[in-house]
């Protein structure tokens, strides 16, 4: 049993930077694959990014190319994304998730444990 907690959600400007973490407890992070994903209102959710379980290989969605980075430290079993250059339509819930194996993209379909979100709202 995995269980991921997110923070770093917030407020902030167009134009600004945020840095989203997932800490996990229970079973060792560095078994599964990790990806991001994100939800706006009456909108289906929507992967984000992508990270190997060695942090070797990531994978984004085109939106996110160039504005997000995700990566992880497994000895702290955390996994972040860093989210810059933020426009208001990147407003949502951002959820962690963890898959056994990686996929690019990371198809929810396949994931074992959820994140309970943190909200990310980016105003003009």
């Known amino acids: 049993q995995v269980q991921l907690v997110e923070s770093g959600g917030g407020l902030v400007q167009a134009g600004g930077s945020l840095r989203l973490s997932c800490a996990a407890s229970?079973?060792?992070?560095?078994?599964?694959?990790m990806g991001w994903f994100r939800q706006a209102p009456g909108k289906e959710r929507e992967f984000v990014a992508a990270?190997?379980?060695?942090?070797?290989?990531?994978y984004y969605a085109d939106s996110m190319k160039g504005r997000f980075t995700i990566f992880r430290d497994n000895a702290k079993g955390t996994v972040y994304l860093q989210m810059n250059s933020l426009k208001p339509e990147d407003t949502a819930v951002y959820y962690c998730?963890?898959?056994?194996?990686?996929?690019?993209?990371?198809?929810?379909?396949?994931?074992?444990?959820w994140g309970q979100g943190t909200q990310v709202t980016v105003s003009s």
């Open positions: 229970g079973r060792t992070l560095s078994s599964y694959a």
């Open positions: 990270i190997s379980w060695s942090g070797g290989t990531t």
């Open positions: 998730a963890a898959d056994p194996r990686f996929r690019a993209p990371m198809n929810p379909r396949f994931v074992e444990y």
